[in-house]
């Protein structure tokens, strides 16, 4: 007995799922194991206790279990992805673990994602260069001056779009390369605002919004990097008035809240529906493609700014009616200043 009840202090000690299966029946198996092949499974066949089929070859020849594992996908969830390991105790028994690769897994899937993606949103581009300047050079007789300026101009405006996405790229790496290391310097957020503000002037005027500020005075610093905060204010506010309805004022407001200060960048645009609010920051995630591509966007925009904020342990909010509007809230910490 006391025999058994080591064993079972040895399972549950272990932090991933594990059982001991003894004579092709489950002899004893920890919590974690209960809850991911069912709470009766004691005494159960091992072979319905796991009803997996590429974990049942396994068994059937634990050799192959041994060495690396086995990758099971689907076991306890369809996204549930699970390394199985067999070892053979002294006494025959077998000691089966069950380690959970469901985040390395899906972490798997979005670096293959992120590189097809990448590569597609150059391709497009490039495949207009080539066609564009091959015709202007095999046809460059037939090709009269006004359609030669036509063409220039759309080489000219593709390859600004790549140059979008590289710089885009190469921010979001940097930032990503930075993340374990919090910005520390105090750095006053309103001046870094007004300049924001002043740049996105012209492009306000344009779509006949006025730049709304609500900013008390003698707001708190916050400890931040000043060129990535004004990374992010850039493209909150240029997804404000690139969606935002034309005529509609785009506010920027900060305050303090707590150990925080709290940005926010409200428009009276399309706003955007529930079922994307969630992805929005995912690379390359856009809820009208063709749409973000006309207005100049790269898709990365958002996710630079999730990017940042979490490089600056701060919080990000985006609240989002269709048809009124969008805020996005960004909360960020204050400094630690000797006062
Ligand atoms: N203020 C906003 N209002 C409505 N939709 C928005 C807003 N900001 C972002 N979006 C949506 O989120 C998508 C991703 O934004 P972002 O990452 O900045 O990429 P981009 O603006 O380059 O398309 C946009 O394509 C758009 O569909
Ligand atoms: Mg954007």
Redesign the pocket.
Known sequence: MAEVDARQSLLEALTEAALVASGGEVAAANSAARSLLGKDIDRQPVDRAISHPAALEALERPGTARGDGVELTGLGGSRRHWLMRIAELPDGALLIRFIDRSEARAAEQMRVDFVANASHELRTPLSTLIGYTETLRDQADEIDSGTRERFLSVVHDEARRMQRVVE?LISLSRIEAEKFTAPTDAIALEPLIEQALESERRAAEERGSCLIRDIPSGLPRISGDASQITQLLD??L???L???EPGTPVRVGARAEGAMVRLS?A?E????AAE?LAR??E???????G???S???????????KHIIERHRGRLQ?D?QPGR??T?IVLLPVAAELS
């Open positions: 885009d493209n909150l240029s997804n404000a690139r969606y935002g960048v428009d645009g399309e706003g955007i994307h929005v920051t690379r390359f995630y856009r809820v009208d493609t749409r973000s591509r207005l100049g966007g790269t898709g990365l925009g958002l996710s630079i700014v985006i989002s509007g969008t996005v």
